[in-house]
């Protein structure tokens, strides 16, 4: 009998103990649900979509975001922050004089003198979906059709570029190279503008393309990360 006391009074200790430790934890769950939700929340506000990118003389990246509005960053390793007044543009390039050329939502072009200036409506300069510009002020611009197609400056006139086609970007390296992004998301160099394409093997999937001053490339993926590629024969690595 006096065994049997025993075991249900340590029975009972033990109930109790159970239910003061699930107590705890429940009374727990909402700190770790704070947690979660502080996670989620740094997340979504350091993340940042990119749909392109170009890259400043004086290394200044600079990024077209999902919302069509300007962010840059001095560093690779640097936080994403918003050019306000920015928008809407949805592909972005360089002229050598270091202003900003945009394609609107219109798919004209425009342009702005600094990061902070307005943008200014380049007249009859559509329909083009990226532009790019080579280091005497020719401009090269990715028309609807895939095709490439030039301008002797903001104030001229499309031409369309001969055999040119199956590209979607465009951007020139600092030795004048030409290198497109094709229909399949992979890299295609041209050394000149009259040359043929020529595709550089397992050099995919990206989206947009850019050159750092050193001749390095850097290119949106298609999860609208950040990614480099030390050279056009590299592999690509994403930017954390």
């Known amino acids: 009998m006096k065994t049997l006391l025993i075991g249900v009074l340590l029975c009972s200790l033990s109930l109790i103990s159970c239910r003061k430790d699930n107590a705890d934890i429940a009374r727990e769950e909402p700190v770790a649900a704070d947690i979660r939700q502080n996670t989620a929340d740094s997340k979504s506000k ?13 290394g200044t990246i600079i990024g077209v975001g999902q919302d069509k509005q300007l962010y840059r960053k001095a560093l690779l390793t640097s936080p994403w922050v918003l050019v306000p007044n ?35 409506l380049v007249p009859n300069s559509g329909l083009v979906l990226d532009v790019a510009s080579l280091s005497n002020g020719t401009i090269i611009g990715v028309g609807t059709d895939k095709y490439l197609y030039t301008r002797a400056g903001l104030n001229g ?13 465009v951007t ?7 290198i497109g992004v094709g229909t399949r998301l992979d ?13 550089i093997p397992n050099s995919g999937s990206v989206t947009a393309i850019s050159a750092f001053p050193n001749g390095s490339l850097i290119g949106v993926g298609t999860d609208k990360r950040i990614y480099t590629r030390a050279s056009l024969n590299a592999t690509w690595v994403v930017v954390p």
Do not use: C, F, M
Request: aromatic share 6%.
């Open 187 to 199: 890299l295609w160099s041209r050394k000149t503008l009259t040359s043929t394409w020529v595709n």
């Open 172 to 178: 020139v390296l600092p030795n004048q190279e030409i």
């Open 86 to 120: 920015s928008g809407d543009v949805t592909a972005i390039g360089l002229q050598p004089n270091g202003a900003l050329i945009g394609v609107g939502t219109d798919q004209q072009l425009y342009t702005r003198a600094t990061l902070n200036s307005n943008w200014v």
């Open 46 to 58: 350091n993340s940042i979509d990119i749909i392109d990118v170009v890259v400043a003389s004086n």
């Open 157 to 169: 006139s499309w031409v369309i570029v001969p055999n040119s086609d199956i590209v979607s970007a």
